[in-house]
Protein backbone atom coordinates (compact mmCIF):
# COMPACT_ATOMS: atom_id res chain seq x y z
CA UNK A 1 0.00 0.00 0.00
CA UNK A 2 1.08 3.63 -0.56
CA UNK A 3 1.71 5.98 1.51
CA UNK A 4 0.27 9.25 0.77
CA UNK A 5 0.64 12.87 2.31
CA UNK A 6 -2.03 15.23 3.10
CA UNK A 7 -2.19 18.82 5.09
CA UNK A 8 -3.84 18.13 8.43
CA UNK A 9 -7.19 19.66 9.42
CA UNK A 10 -8.75 20.38 12.57
CA UNK A 11 -10.52 16.48 12.92
CA UNK A 12 -6.15 15.46 12.77
CA UNK A 13 -5.38 17.12 15.88
CA UNK A 14 -5.83 13.45 17.91
CA UNK A 15 -3.58 11.87 15.70
CA UNK A 16 -1.06 14.98 15.57
CA UNK A 17 -1.05 14.68 19.36
CA UNK A 18 -0.13 10.70 19.05
CA UNK A 19 2.32 11.39 17.09
CA UNK A 20 3.96 13.87 18.67
CA UNK A 21 4.26 11.96 21.95
CA UNK A 22 5.35 9.04 20.09
CA UNK A 23 8.02 11.27 18.96
CA UNK A 24 8.64 12.63 22.21
CA UNK A 25 9.20 9.33 23.61
CA UNK A 26 11.57 8.61 20.87
CA UNK A 27 14.17 11.54 21.76
CA UNK A 28 13.50 10.66 25.62
CA UNK A 29 11.78 14.59 25.76
CA UNK A 30 8.38 15.57 28.02
CA UNK A 31 5.91 15.99 26.31
CA UNK A 32 2.89 18.72 27.87
CA UNK A 33 0.78 19.21 24.20
CA UNK A 34 -2.72 17.79 23.95
CA UNK A 35 -5.05 17.36 21.48
CA UNK A 36 -7.17 20.54 22.21
CA UNK A 37 -4.01 22.50 22.60
CA UNK A 38 -3.27 21.83 19.21
CA UNK A 39 -6.30 22.17 18.00
CA UNK A 40 -6.23 25.92 19.66
CA UNK A 41 -3.23 26.24 18.49
CA UNK A 42 -3.48 25.07 14.82
CA UNK A 43 -6.25 26.22 13.81
CA UNK A 44 -7.66 28.88 16.17
CA UNK A 45 -7.80 32.83 14.82
CA UNK A 46 -4.29 32.95 14.24
CA UNK A 47 -2.96 29.50 13.66
CA UNK A 48 0.70 28.83 14.72
CA UNK A 49 1.77 26.02 12.52
CA UNK A 50 0.63 23.95 9.53
CA UNK A 51 1.57 20.22 9.70
CA UNK A 52 1.62 17.03 6.69
CA UNK A 53 0.68 13.96 7.77
CA UNK A 54 1.65 10.43 5.75
CA UNK A 55 -0.73 7.67 5.69
CA UNK A 56 -0.45 4.00 4.86
CA UNK A 57 -3.60 2.66 4.86
CA UNK A 58 -5.34 5.28 7.12
CA UNK A 59 -2.43 4.59 9.86
CA UNK A 60 -0.33 7.27 10.65
CA UNK A 61 3.58 6.87 9.29
CA UNK A 62 4.72 10.36 10.12
CA UNK A 63 4.22 14.16 10.51
CA UNK A 64 5.90 17.33 9.44
CA UNK A 65 4.88 20.02 12.34
CA UNK A 66 5.66 23.82 10.66
CA UNK A 67 5.87 27.28 11.30
CA UNK A 68 5.80 30.39 9.44
CA UNK A 69 9.21 32.56 9.54
CA UNK A 70 10.75 35.46 7.94
CA UNK A 71 14.55 36.58 8.07
CA UNK A 72 15.75 39.74 6.91
CA UNK A 73 18.98 38.31 6.11
CA UNK A 74 17.79 35.95 3.80
CA UNK A 75 14.96 38.51 2.36
CA UNK A 76 11.93 36.63 2.66
CA UNK A 77 9.92 34.47 4.51
CA UNK A 78 10.41 30.88 5.39
CA UNK A 79 9.42 27.80 7.29
CA UNK A 80 10.97 26.37 10.84
CA UNK A 81 9.95 22.49 11.09
CA UNK A 82 9.88 22.26 14.73
CA UNK A 83 8.61 18.48 14.98
CA UNK A 84 9.62 15.79 12.13
CA UNK A 85 8.19 12.22 12.98
CA UNK A 86 8.32 8.71 10.87
CA UNK A 87 7.40 5.49 12.37
CA UNK A 88 9.74 3.05 12.77
CA UNK A 89 8.19 0.93 10.13
CA UNK A 90 8.67 3.60 7.85
CA UNK A 91 12.17 5.20 8.55
CA UNK A 92 14.93 4.54 5.80
CA UNK A 93 12.27 4.73 2.98
CA UNK A 94 12.30 8.18 1.92
CA UNK A 95 9.46 9.33 3.97
CA UNK A 96 11.57 11.83 6.01
CA UNK A 97 12.33 13.72 3.00
CA UNK A 98 9.30 13.50 0.95
CA UNK A 99 7.74 14.76 4.59
CA UNK A 100 10.21 18.02 4.29
CA UNK A 101 9.18 18.54 0.71
CA UNK A 102 5.84 18.27 1.18
CA UNK A 103 5.96 20.99 4.21
CA UNK A 104 8.63 23.54 1.82
CA UNK A 105 6.15 23.57 -1.37
CA UNK A 106 2.66 23.88 1.26
CA UNK A 107 4.38 27.10 2.91
CA UNK A 108 5.63 28.02 -0.90
CA UNK A 109 2.77 28.18 -1.90
CA UNK A 110 1.20 29.53 1.65
CA UNK A 111 3.24 32.13 2.76
CA UNK A 112 6.25 32.28 -0.43
CA UNK A 113 8.48 30.90 1.88
CA UNK A 114 12.06 30.55 0.07
CA UNK A 115 14.02 28.36 2.92
CA UNK A 116 13.55 26.26 5.65
CA UNK A 117 15.16 25.80 9.30
CA UNK A 118 14.99 22.99 11.94
CA UNK A 119 17.07 22.38 14.82
CA UNK A 120 18.34 18.90 15.79
CA UNK A 121 19.23 17.65 18.76
CA UNK A 122 23.07 16.69 19.72
CA UNK A 123 21.96 13.52 21.14
CA UNK A 124 20.26 12.45 17.38
CA UNK A 125 23.63 11.78 15.39
CA UNK A 126 21.19 9.49 12.99
CA UNK A 127 18.66 12.57 12.91
CA UNK A 128 21.96 14.83 12.12
CA UNK A 129 23.58 12.03 9.77
CA UNK A 130 19.88 12.12 7.84
CA UNK A 131 19.86 16.00 7.61
CA UNK A 132 23.06 15.98 6.18
CA UNK A 133 22.71 13.95 3.47
CA UNK A 134 19.82 16.58 2.32
CA UNK A 135 21.97 19.43 2.21
CA UNK A 136 21.11 21.53 5.62
CA UNK A 137 24.34 23.21 7.03
CA UNK A 138 24.72 24.44 10.35
CA UNK A 139 24.09 28.04 11.12
CA UNK A 140 27.51 29.91 12.11
CA UNK A 141 27.55 33.16 14.12
CA UNK A 142 24.84 32.85 16.56
CA UNK A 143 23.32 31.11 19.30
CA UNK A 144 19.37 29.87 20.24
CA UNK A 145 17.94 31.59 23.03
CA UNK A 146 14.96 30.49 25.15
CA UNK A 147 12.74 32.88 27.56
CA UNK A 148 10.82 30.41 29.45
CA UNK A 149 6.89 31.11 31.00
CA UNK A 150 8.17 32.54 34.10
CA UNK A 151 10.64 35.02 31.74
CA UNK A 152 7.70 35.35 29.57
CA UNK A 153 5.11 36.65 31.93
CA UNK A 154 8.05 39.10 33.90
CA UNK A 155 8.62 40.43 30.32
CA UNK A 156 4.87 41.12 29.62
CA UNK A 157 4.37 42.72 32.72
CA UNK A 158 6.84 45.36 31.96
CA UNK A 159 4.45 46.82 28.99
Excluded at 50 to 74: D, H, I, K
Excluded at 119 to 134: G, H, T
Aim: with cysteine; aromatic share 8%.
Amino acid sequence: MAVTIRLAGRSDAGRLDSALAALARDLGDTYNASPEALERAGWGDVPAFRAQLAEEGGVLAGLALYSPGLSTVRGGAGLYVSDLWVSPKQRSGGLGRRLLGAAFADAARAWGACFLRLQVYDRAPAARRFYDRLGFVPAKGHTDLFLDEAGCAALEGER
